[in-house]
């Protein structure tokens, strides 16, 4: 119980994270803005990695790690890694499909096409 506590703090965290750097295109959110989105976020890489461990079959805490490389600009191996990680564990998640998409765009540098946002 004290795995899932934490896994759910860590996802405010990185929510928290996420809503500082907000839905703009990157081109539009300010040095300052990210460097408080990458501070933020950077906490929560140990405790969404000890979720992960804590709780092997549930394939969220490896969605959240994804969200968590595309936030952190992680490369291509390093997603790839944790893609494997979440479908082994359930091959269907709809929120894990969403959020390999925008891996994908992240390391395929065409935002114009990934974006998902309409502003």
Not at 55 to 65: H, M
Not at 76 to 98: C, F, N, Q, S, V
Request: a positive charge; proline letters at 5%; aromatic letters at 10%.
């Amino acid at each position: 119980m004290e795995h899932h506590a934490k896994f759910h703090t860590e996802r405010w965290s990185q929510a928290q994270a996420w809503a500082i750097r907000g839905a703009f295109r990157a081109t539009y959110v300010g040095e300052e803005r990210f460097a408080r989105f990458w501070e933020v976020l950077s906490r929560a890489a140990g405790p969404l990695q000890q979720a992960a461990e804590a709780l092997p079959d549930d394939p969220v805490p490896w969605d959240r790690l994804q969200w968590h490389g595309i936030g952190m600009q992680s490369g291509r191996k390093e997603l790839d890694r944790i893609w494997t990680e979440l479908i082994a564990r359930d091959p269907r998640l709809y929120i894990g499909h969403y959020s390999r998409a925008q891996a994908l765009c992240l390391v395929s540098n065409r935002p114009r096409t990934c974006d998902t946002s309409r502003s």
